[in-house]
């Protein structure tokens, strides 16, 4: 399979890769997919007092695909507001990594993380938020 | 290192280069000055020449396997010999009965060609494996009944390089009077095969698994006793009416060359990619979580097939760029679905997703197989630090515990 030369980029260096504490309150942990399909990608978002994504770290079980996506995703909420962040669409996701139409469930899985990340921080604190769909 | 040349080639159960004694021998039958005639012409020694050329061929093809020449058949491949002798066997026989029975971990040859007589109105069993890859005989023995026509299994697994004991699955289908179909694609050159003595019927050769060309191949008919198969290509009468269309010289020549050269050097050849292949093992099964998959003993010297736990397999393949491996099968690897040899042998798919085909040839160097596990280790590391299963599972969080989303 050919991979874009930003999927090779991001596999070859994938940015922001670890894991903060889990029951770090100002965290928040998404974990989505499953062994078995191929794919387990898991988001977390360290956020500020002001609601702003000051850092975000992946590790993803999956293609290469799946972990581009997930690293982009990486450096692409850190800075960004909740509200900002879970506006984050899969198919900016694929277009900017090109992915082909066979891969396009990797940017899909990369806006559950996001969204189930975020929704994890947000029932920590208690926020009254209309039920998330989980992925 | 020295000058090793990269990507190294580990993948000779997919295809093997045409050895260049072969090419020589084909390069004879192709222009002006060569043996470019029909063998079918009989009226001149342009015909006659090539014809002689051809029957050289068949005498080597059946040479490495114990048959009678006269019992082999040209085909274009394994492909289409496996089609001839399950359709040509099903077609002739269908008075006497419409049941086959094959098995689950079998190539996409033999599969599709019983989905075809399934649609044809034959009913198909389609036998299970055990953990290591191999049929059970005993379950076999349940699964004949009268109206039974055919079985087909094939010799060596092309995934997982596990060797089924055709002999006794042989002797069983004789007791009953039930044709026996073997796809030996995978075993010429790697497993010692004596027709004179196995109680085979049908059995489909391959030159390019063997340092032959691509696009030949051939079909045994076993003569006594007699086998009776169905023609599934008409034309000039060609291959006794079995198989009508000009024979190509060049490809036969090259598939007899290249069995020959099996047969007299497979001793030698083997010990020596055996222990390559264990040096390659004790170098990757020094990490953890890392499984062979098929059975340890019953298995071919050259193939070793490993599941990496806890990375996914497209992107350990890609990370493994400086080395040609196949990610289950090489048919398969364009899906994203597990293979399914390994689910078959009751793999989880999470191991199934993650296993590598390694297969080691003629051309292959101890230094090869030392830098191979050194890419390997790298690549494997690295995808485990990516993986949050691995992160789990040092964690002591047992993944099977974890209800997972699926999607
Ligand atoms: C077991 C088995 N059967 C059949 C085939 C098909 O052989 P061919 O490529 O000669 O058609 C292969 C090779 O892909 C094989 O491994």
């Known amino acids: 399979m050919a991979y874009s030369d930003k999927v090779m980029d991001h596999y070859e260096n994938p940015r922001n890769v670890g894991s903060f504490d889990k029951s770090d309150d100002a965290v928040g942990t998404g974990m989505v997919g499953a062994p078995a399909c191929g794919d387990v990608m898991k988001l977390q978002i360290k956020v500020n007092d002001d609601g702003v994504i000051e850092d975000a770290k992946f590790k993803t079980y999956g293609c290469g695909s799946a972990i581009a996506s997930s690293s982009l995703l990486t450096e692409w909420v850190r800075g960004k507001s909740l509200e900002e962040a879970s506006q984050i669409k899969n198919t900016q996701i694929a277009e900017e990594l090109a992915l082909p139409p066979v891969k396009i469930h990797c940017s899909v899985l990369a806006e559950d993380a996001i969204k189930a990340a975020i929704s994890d921080y947000q029932e920590k604190h208690g926020a009254e938020e209309p039920e998330q769909k989980t992925a | ?407």
């Open chain 2, 1 to 407: 290192m020295s000058d090793l040349k990269l990507p190294i080639y580990l993948d000779y159960s997919s295809t093997t280069p045409v050895d260049e004694r072969v090419a020589e021998e084909m390069k004879k039958c192709l222009t002006r000055d060569g043996l470019f005639g029909n063998p079918a012409s009989r009226s001149h020694s342009f015909g006659w020449d090539a014809e002689k050329a051809v029957e050289k061929a068949r005498e080597q093809v059946a040479g490495l396997v114990g048959a009678d020449p006269r019992e082999i058949i040209w085909t274009s491949g394994a492909t289409e010999a496996d089609n001839l002798a399950i359709k040509g066997a099903a077609h002739f026989y269908q008075r006497k009965g419409k049941h086959i029975i094959t098995v689950k971990t079998e190539h996409k040859a033999v599969l599709d060609t019983a989905r075809q007589l399934e649609r044809e109105g034959y009913e198909v069993t389609y036998l299970g494996v055990d953990e290591n890859g191999l049929v059970d005989l005993q379950e076999l023995q349940d699964t004949m009944r009268d109206d039974t026509i055919l079985v087909s299994v094939m010799h060596v697994n092309n995934e997982i390089g596990v060797i089924q004991d055709i002999e006794a699955i042989g002797n069983l289908c004789r007791e009953r009077g039930i044709v026996f179909h073997v796809d030996a694609a995978q075993s010429t050159g790697k497993v010692g095969i004596d027709l004179s003595k196995l109680p085979v019927d049908l059995m489909s050769f391959s030159a390019h698994k063997t340092y032959g060309p691509k696009g030949i191949g051939a079909l045994y008919v076993r003569r006594k006793p007699r086998v009776r198969i169905e023609a599934q290509i008409h034309g000039g009468g060609h291959e006794r009416g079995m198989r009508s269309g000009t024979l190509a010289p060049h490809q036969i020549v090259g598939m007899g060359e290249a069995f020959r050269i099996a047969g007299a050097e497979m001793g030698t050849e083997l010990e020596r990619i055996r222990m390559l292949r264990d040096r390659l093992w004790e170098g990757l099964n020094d990490m953890e979580e890392v499984y062979l998959n098929g059975d340890k003993e019953r298995r071919v010297a050259h193939n070793l097939n490993v599941s990496f736990n806890f990375v996914e397999g497209e992107s350990l393949i890609m990370s493994l760029r400086d080395i040609a491996v196949s990610s289950g099968s090489a048919c398969t690897s364009a899906s994203l679905e597990p293979s399914y040899v390994l689910r078959a042998l009751g793999r989880d798919d999470e191991l199934a997703h993650s296993s590598i085909r390694f297969s080691i040839g003629r051309h292959t160097t101890v230094e090869e197989v030392d830098h191979t596990i050194d890419i390997v280790h790298k690549a494997v590391g690295k995808l485990r630090e990516l993986s949050p299963l691995w992160e789990m599972y040092q964690e002591g969080i047992d993944l099977k515990s974890i209800e997972w989303a699926a999607h």
